[in-house]
């Protein structure tokens, strides 16, 4: 039931735009009709085409993830636990940090060319710092009375950290992970926008160059899935990590 | 476990929390202090356990001095401070090798929540937290378990229960306890020995000469529940304008070092 009722309003939008762009109200070079798009997704899908430019997509998406996140994870960590770490690194972490990730694009290009390290660098950037922040301040606010417990009852040094100060921690962590995954996507759009020869960017600045709308506004509803999808695995992982939160469980 | 304190001290700045305590406790003794808060009860259990190192004379433990944490006692704090994260079991067995794990069922079972071993914290009432709690300090074996207000936020009925539940398994494993409470009742009940905790020392103690288990509404358990309650009355009654701030000085001393302490180290 409330999977149902959370597919109404989109349901609704996309059946209004189709019979809007049937009686002729809505120009199809101005927006193609959702039959249109559609047919274009169904072309593409056969040509193969479509899944070549996925993939290239969802490679960068995931390497990127994947860099950014597991350098942000090891250095929230070793900023939490260690107030020398933290002296060292925390104030240049900040401060690279109010830099929007996107204005060194130039500077990537120049660096990396516009084959995929330099994309893959820049998503991994844009992962990193939420992940950071996250993981910080998750450790950071470990709940004391419960280390103070541990500490009674033997844990010390490792077993401390693995069973009372990360656990502590993740519920925060995830946060950044959502967080950083969007802006995975939102800066591989703009990556592949500005320089790309593959990815489902590439795909949307060449159909434009052709005035394909439909292949446009395709590549724009792939991105949203894609975004979609990632959040949902996310949310998935979630809630097999925290299944102990009070949040996750059913009375 | 025999305890002996001599000559404790535990001051923050230029403030005295315990201040030349004496106190010798015999081993498998049920010790009560009670006392108004901020009279220095909690800090007195936090040195004992090793949380809190004394700025002036010194603990034994069987004839040896002790500094910091040991492995033969536990503590029972206000609050179950149960992890969130880990089962019933799994909390029970904190810090328990793989070996040992059978002993987190044996005592889970002996404090009736068996059933409820794969459960999450968060869905187990106050009672049964804090019962849980007590498996996790007693899965060790200790020789010495230091309860810090462990039934205060329980409701009455509950709280009766759980003293029983201690008495019980206190009696089975021979272990030297000391209660912190501010409920003269609770201390009557349980204790071999009240001592109230005044301006940073102890200012009486009584033997509590009753059979076990205690009945309640006996005369004889109303009139030493009703003696030591006039002791903390008339103590605090006495205590003329100037000395009460003293004593919330001293009081909020105690809350400072509970948040200080409370920072991870």
Known sequence: ?251 | MRIEISQLSKRYDTRAVISNLDLNIQSGEFVAVVGASGSGKSTLLRLLVGLEVPTGGSISVDGKYIRGLNANSRMMFQDARLLPWKTVIGNVALGLSRAEIDRGTEVLNRVGLLDRHRDWPSVLSGGQRQRVALARALARNPRLLLLDEPLASLDALTRIEMQALIEKLWIASKFTAVLVTHDCGEAVALADRVLLLENATIAMETKVPLPRPRDRTAREFAQLEGQVLRHILANRQLVPASKTTTTNRVSRADNGNAQEAGKPA
């Not at chain 1, 929007?100 to 950037?125: N, Q, R, Y």
């Open chain 1, 1 to 251: 039931m409330r999977i149902a009722s959370s597919w109404i309003v989109p349901v609704a939008i996309i059946a209004t735009w189709q019979i809007l762009s049937s009686t002729g109200h809505l120009s199809a070079r101005i927006l193609p009709a959702p039959s249109a798009v559609v047919s274009a997704a169904v072309r593409l899908a056969r040509s193969g085409e479509l899944l070549v430019h996925l993939q290239a997509s969802a490679e960068r998406a995931g390497l990127g993830f994947a860099i950014g996140g597991s350098v942000g994870l090891v250095l929230g960590i070793a900023s939490g636990t260690s107030k020398l770490f933290e002296n060292l690194t925390d104030s240049s972490i900040q401060m690279i940090r109010n830099i929007p990730h996107l204005a060194l694009l130039p500077l990537i290009i120049l660096w990396l060319g516009i084959d995929e390290s330099a994309k893959v660098a820049l998503v991994a950037l844009g992962v990193f710092f939420p992940i950071y922040i996250n993981t910080f301040y998750g450790i950071r606010n470990a709940d004391p009375d419960l280390i103070e417990m541990a500490r009674v009852y033997g844990l010390n040094g490792f077993s401390l950290f693995y069973q009372v100060v990360f656990p502590g921690a993740l519920p925060s962590i995830m946060v950044g992970v959502r967080y950083s995954l969007g802006i995975a996507w939102l800066t591989l759009i703009v990556a592949e926008t500005i320089a790309a020869t593959s990815g489902i960017g590439y795909l949307a600045m060449n159909a434009r160059e052709f005035m394909q709308t439909d292949v446009v506004v395709l590549a724009i509803l792939m991105y949203a899935l894609l975004g979609k999808l990632s959040d949902t695995i996310s949310r998935i992982v979630e809630r097999k990590l925290l299944v102990w939160h009070p949040v996750y469980q059913t009375p």
